[in-house]
């Protein structure tokens, strides 16, 4: 059955099947809102997981730090460039 609904991020109307679930709130959108909602997914992943390390002073980091420091800082930028508070989504 057809069943137009908006997308909750650009509310562009779509066909409910084409919606699919924000890998962050239970928000329904879109296939290019999705589409950056899980590059957005991906790299807060990626930055929790060196944030973690870092914090727990992980040995596969021994003299590497700064470089992982460094990688962590351009992830929560390109967080930033998405528009989103990498502040926010890091806690
Ligand atoms: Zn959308």
Redesign the pocket.
């Known amino acids: 059955m057809e069943m137009p609904t908006?997308?909750?991020?650009?509310?562009?109307v779509?066909e409910l099947n084409d919606l699919r679930e924000s890998n962050f709130t239970k928000q329904m959108?879109?296939?290019?809102?999705?589409s950056t909602d899980s590059e957005l997914y991906d790299l807060v992943e990626e930055a929790k997981d060196i944030q973690r390390d870092l914090e727990g002073y992980a040995d596969h980091m021994k003299g590497n730090r700064g470089l992982w420091r460094a990688k962590l800082n351009l992830l929560r930028k390109q967080i930033n460039e998405l528009g989103e508070d990498a502040d926010d989504l890091l806690l």
């Open positions: 908006p997308c909750s991020e650009c509310k562009e779509v959108l879109c296939y290019d809102c999705y």
